[in-house]
């Protein structure tokens, strides 16, 4: 049961500097915090969270956009911030990213037709006009859009769902091994969601790529997921297999979060101790386990003590003095 | 219109009764359509769920029943309140209508609170706008309804900047039940929070609906929040409802196929792993279909979809629902959950 | 369903397209009267020799001075009895010359300094924004002054004054576009795809500031004409070079006590005309550049 390790996140800690214009004092927001995670090949990791939490922050770190304080990202055993010009390309070609903003992710100068070729003409890939319009079509096909109609649309002409297809289209131009999608489905239309989402699915098993997902909803980390990782102020509170995690949470977060999903097929009664008014912007972080300003059974130790990822049962990993135990 | 458990109640236990609302927008172009001959009734102490996609008309409904439409918009039909069509009120009745017999919650209303005023304030204004109280005395209701809304009345003085998210739009909702209204309409209310305050939200709402008898009209995409806080609920898609009825029966035994479509295309958290089917196509804008609106996304569909506009008829469940398949005499046959 | 065409079908479709949207925003009435005023002065420049019915610099002078107009000189003579008509067919040339010349020289510059100040930030923006707010405070007429004593009075100094007091104003606008352009999504995603930080730039950044840009040059264009003609106006400029601006200069001390109306109103309408012109121009040009518009 070897998996290849696609990625390895070690405690990476991303951290940036916003400065009170007024006051003049700078204040260091810990965007992530300690983070400790594996991709291993084929999978799909779905990355839960609120919004604050960091997991877009730990997205875009990935994809080089932010680069960490401390701790190191190995893509295939190599580290990625530690590599020259010529790895750095390299490794787009490898790793690629579909934003949560269909519209704003492409570019509205540009049409659908450059959107998707200009990757491989960044790569030096393309040829001529006749074989960028071949590759072009074949991947609008790919993501089932009909290139005949779609080609040469501006983004604006396009509906959500279509204009993430044609991102989707262009991530998969380079040929990549790992897609990292944040909030691929958030900003689209209900009835429209599960037909990119299965989109997402067909397109992992034919060209055999790992998934990355950052998502706030559950129900859309639970369908595409294999493994649930969930975020807090940060850090990763719990990671699981996804039934582990949703049947059996071991963390108090986890719990609150699985309880207050809205719906009546909810078998959960409302955990309590929820801190309502509780805001990350306003917050800084809590001294020991970050949730222990919330969580109703924490104790002295949980005040103090920073609780470490550890392995509760086979696979399933938890950062708790004191897990659930069912 | 017959009349009909599931779109209306009781007479006298109702508190809204709109009929054949119709709004145009006046455009450049000619006349566009957001809402098509809807009618639906509110009962007292009820939550009555409004869902749809973008571009259905929800918020349009909301909208018009406060009258607050764009100017360009046309509007026909009755919203009845008290017996009295607001739709023809004159400008003194209006002025008593809103926040006091029906008040508003719009979309994003959170983030329009004003960043230079202390929240409580805000709402004594609110309630001195329309009321002629002392200073002392709206501060005193003020502190009242936000401890209705989980809010310690300290925070009062606070700036909007120090609430949090949840916090706004409970402020939000206080501010909307400043006046004792009989009905509050809330537009997407949860959409930007994250699960955990949305949750909280939700029982405070419910809460209200208890204690104080408040009846709400709740308009969401969101079909899990509405199964979570709805009585009744009615769905629309392009301009019209298509179902509407009991929450259960609705959510859990639709009539028409979008709902359906709708609720098996929401990747569920909890049961079975359904496999689950998505729509084709997108919902329509502007342009909408000949004959039913939904046909061209629909797999049930067969030629007199194509051609006439179904009515909303009764269903098995007890529902409504405006879909030929309804009235067909097989529909045994065709099995829909 | 469409029946599927060759991708060179579309192409073509599609330029199609774009040509007829383009030659759309000729539709706009705004547009028109601002095209239409340009060509006649463009022709009228261009042709000067040809349309000129005098050559304003001739001796000696065509007719008797301070004449009205009349069918031989339509818009009358000045103190010297030039026509001056030819004058300000003439003089046409030297103050859109100088006016389009300016607007160029000021735009490319202050996108330059307001793109880089805005896509690297921190330290490149700082010495950036403190030169040009150095520059910002220069005021135009001391400066002109000062050049024109150490340079000489011409018309380079003229360029030169116009082109360094109004960069700043572009690299500023320039700037807080880019600032606000580099954090959308499209920006990160050419990265994502491996884009350089020149490519970011001219490929990504710049054509969805070309609209801003464009707007702001034809209008630099007014603001030139106007400048050119004010620093004749005083005498900074080169009062032998026939302009519409040194026109002035000559008109404000021989006309008025002359009675010689039609030889402040000339050069004064042409300034107020070509002016106008780029500035309902610089209206309709978002419709060039915005894709939403441009497209069917």
Known sequence: MLEERVLAIQDVKVYFERRERLIGRKTVIHAVDGVTLVLGRGETLSLVGESGSGKSTLARTVLKLNTPVEGAILFHNQDIFKQDRRQSKAYRRRVQMIFQDPYESLNPQSTVFNAVTEPRVIHGLASDRSEKEEAASRLLALVGLDPSTKLYRYPHELSGGERQRVAIARALSLEPELLVADEPVSMLDVSIRLGVLNLLQTLKQNLNLTYLVITHDLGVARYIGTRIAVMYFGQIVEIAETDELINNPKHHYTNLLLSSIPGTENPQPLAAGADVDFSYSAAEPPSGCRFHTRCPMAQEKCASIVPKLTEIANGHFAACHYPLTK | ?337 | ?296
């Not at chain 2, 001959?37 to 409904?61: H, M, P, Q, W, Y």
């Not at chain 3, 022709?43 to 069918?71: E, K, N, Q, T």
Request: with cysteine; proline share 6%; charged share 20%.
């Open chain 2, 1 to 337: 219109m017959t009349a009909n458990p599931s779109t209306r109640g009781q007479e006298g236990d109702q508190v809204l009764d709109i009929r054949n609302l119709t709004v145009s927008y006046k455009t450049e172009s000619g006349y566009v359509k957001a809402v098509d001959d809807v009618s639906f009734t509110v009962n007292k102490g009820e939550i009555l769920g409004l869902a749809g996609e973008s571009a259905c008309g929800k918020t349009t409904t909301a909208l018009s029943i406060m009258r607050l439409l764009a100017p360009n918009a046309v509007v026909n039909g009755q919203i009845l309140f008290d017996n009295k069509d607001v739709l023809q009120m004159p400008e003194d009745e209006l002025r008593n209508f809103r926040w006091k017999g029906v008040s508003l919650i719009p979309q994003g209303s959170m983030n329009s609170l004003d960043p230079v005023i202390q929240v409580g304030k805000q709402i004594v204004e609110a309630i001195r706008a329309h009321e002629s109280v002392s200073r002392a005395d709206a501060w005193k209701t003020t502190e009242k309804l936000l401890s209705s809304v989980s809010i310690h009345p300290t925070r009062a003085k606070n700036y909007p900047h120090e609430f949090s998210g949840g916090m706004k739009q409970r402020a939000v909702t206080a501010m909307a039940l400043a006046l004792n209204p009989r009905l509050v309409i809330a537009d997407e209310p949860t959409t930007a929070l994250d699960v955990v305050v949305q949750k909280q939200l939700l029982l405070v709402l419910r809460n209200l609906q208890k204690s104080l008898g408040i009846s709400f009209i709740f308009v969401s995409h969101d079909l899990s929040v509405i199964g979570e806080i709805a009585d009744r609920v009615a769905v629309m898609y392009a301009g019209k409802i298509v179902e509407i009825g009991r929450k259960d029966m609705v959510l859990k035994h639709p009539s028409h196929p979008y709902t359906q479509a709708l609720v098996n295309s929401v990747p569920k958290v909890f049961g079975n792993r359904q496999l689950l089917e998505s729509i084709p196509g997108s919902p329509p804008t502007g342009v909408w279909p000949e004959g039913c609106r939904f046909h061209p996304r629909c797999k049930f569909v067969f030629d007199l979809c194509r051609q006439k506009e179904p009515e909303l008829q009764l269903a098995a469940t007890g529902c409504l629902a405006a879909c030929h398949l309804v009235s067909k005499t097989d529909r045994e046959e065709i099995v829909l959950k």
């Open chain 3, 1 to 296: 369903m469409e029946t599927s065409r060759s991708p060179s079908e579309l192409k073509r479709e599609f330029s199609l397209r774009r040509a007829s949207a383009l030659s759309g925003i000729l539709h706009s009435r705004r547009a028109q009267v601002g095209f239409g005023i340009i060509i006649v002065f463009a022709i009228l420049a261009v042709g000067a020799p040809f349309f000129a019915p005098f050559s304003p610099y001739m001796f000696p002078a065509p007719g008797r001075p301070y004449a009205p107009p009349d069918s031989r000189f339509l818009l009358g003579t000045d103190n010297l009895g030039e026509d001056i008509l030819s004058e300000i067919i003439y003089g046409g040339r030297v103050s859109i010359t100088v006016g389009l010349i300016v607007a160029f020289l000021s735009t490319g510059l202050g996108t330059l300094i307001g793109i880089l100040a805005g896509y690297y930030m921190k330290t490149i923006d700082e010495v950036l924004m403190r030169a040009t707010d150095m520059v910002l405070i220069l005021p135009a007429l001391p400066l002109m002054i000062i050049l024109a004593a150490y340079l000489g009075p011409s018309i380079r100094t003229v360029i030169l004054v116009l082109t360094v007091t109004s960069w700043p104003s572009v690299a500023r606008v320039v700037r807080s576009q880019t600032l606000s352009l580099r954090e959308r999504p499209f920006v990160d995603s050419a990265r994502v795809a491996g884009a350089s930080d020149s490519r970011i730039i001219t490929k990504i950044l710049f054509p969805n500031l070309a609209s801003i840009i464009a707007a702001n040059a034809v209008l630099m264009v007014t603001t030139a004409v106007v400048g050119e003609a004010a620093l004749d106006f005083i005498g900074l400029g080169d009062i032998t070079v026939v302009s519409w601006g040194t026109m002035l200069y000559w008109a404000q001390s021989y006309a008025l006590f002359n009675g010689a109306w039609w030889w402040v109103v000339a050069p004064g309408v042409c300034i107020v005309l070509v002016g106008l012109a780029f500035v309902l121009i610089s209206v309709s040009i978002e419709n060039i550049f915005n894709p939403r518009l441009r497209s069917a």
